[in-house]
């Protein structure tokens, strides 16, 4: 797979995410404003329906991916040698523990 193919699968993959993350993003975000107040155990008792911790795990994923691509073209664009790769590993690394961390105490709140 050469360079171009690659630019053009980020283009696709970071305009899909980012109409992922609109089309759940913001009935979310409209959800938790109506629940602000309520307190703790009531926000659990939300995402512990499937209905809404499946997609916030999928939007989630979508985010941290959304975010991988766009700072790693970032770094592409600014950095050059021996920091930019060491930046891109360290941006791997904190998606990956981000994505990771926040699926998984979604996944444990909604279940548990």
Known sequence: MNRKSI??????AQRLTALVN?????PAFVIFLSVYDEGYPTIKNLLSQEIVWIPM????LSLTYHMKIGVGHMLDDYFDGGLK????????????LVALLSTVSLII????
Do not use: K
Request: no cysteine; glycine share 10%.
């Open 7 to 12: 630019g053009t699968q980020h283009f696709i």
């Open 109 to 112: 709140l909604g279940l548990f």
């Open 57 to 60: 795990a999928i939007y989630i």
């Open 85 to 96: 790769v060491f930046l891109s590993l360290m941006n791997n690394v904190y998606v990956y």
């Open 22 to 26: 609109l089309l759940i993003g913001i």
